[in-house]
């Protein structure tokens, strides 16, 4: 069971190299491109199912998937719909992680990570500014939960998340083409570790 579990997770790894290297700056994606970004992170909740890891975060690693085809889809309802199913993954995650207190210097750094978005990120949202403002606060409560718990590896995971969001943010919202196509090669590559880190905090050795 050991070298599945380590077979999946190094397909996993293959998908998301095959995502950056033939996909990231194509648009319209094809769904040969979708395919393949989703199956990068799914294949990291089957790694997870097999290798024992907790439901939650198995859950959240799926959803994750989901919301990866889901954002990889053209369209506003497309990208509500990926939002969405991040937004109940991290809910999970935090569930998964502990609903536990964290350290007082890592709420505030989450708090004033939160604010500085209405200034930098929410005027320039438009009509999806309410979906966004909720996506925030729950990331950052993903985050905090992660900071609660005693595990580092979850520590690297939820903050590479984290990274891998504020870039899609600025890609999505503030860069102009040069810039968002940077922030596209930087984002996923951060993205997909923090959720194989998560895995790698749950899974059993």
Do not use: N
Request: glycine share 12%; charged share 10%.
């Amino acid at each position: 069971m050991r070298a599945l579990v380590l077979g999946l997770i190094g397909i996993s790894a293959l998908c998301a190299l095959g995502y950056e290297l033939a996909f990231v700056g194509v648009a319209p994606l094809p769904l040969a491109g979708s395919a393949v970004k989703t199956m990068a992170v799914a294949l990291l909740a089957l790694a997870g199912a097999l290798g024992g890891a907790p439901r939650l975060i198995v859950l959240g690693l799926a959803l994750g998937a989901l919301g990866d085809f889901w954002l990889s889809r053209p369209g506003e309802a497309a990208f509500l719909a990926g939002m969405g199913a991040f937004a109940a993954g991290h809910l999970a995650y935090a569930a998964g992680f502990g609903l536990r207190r964290p350290p007082l210097w890592v709420m505030l750094g989450l708090a004033a990570l939160a604010a500085s978005t209405e200034i930098w990120l929410a005027p320039h949202t438009g009509a999806l500014l309410w979906p966004v403002r909720a996506y925030v606060g729950v990331i950052c409560g993903m985050a905090g939960c992660a900071a609660a718990h005693r595990s580092r590896l979850l520590w690297a995971g939820a903050a590479s998340f984290v990274a891998s969001d504020l870039m899609l943010a600025l890609a999505l919202f503030r860069a102009g083409p040069e810039l968002a196509l940077g922030l596209s090669y930087a984002l996923w590559p951060a993205y997909w570790l923090g959720q194989a880190l998560i895995l790698a905090a749950f899974v059993r050795r």
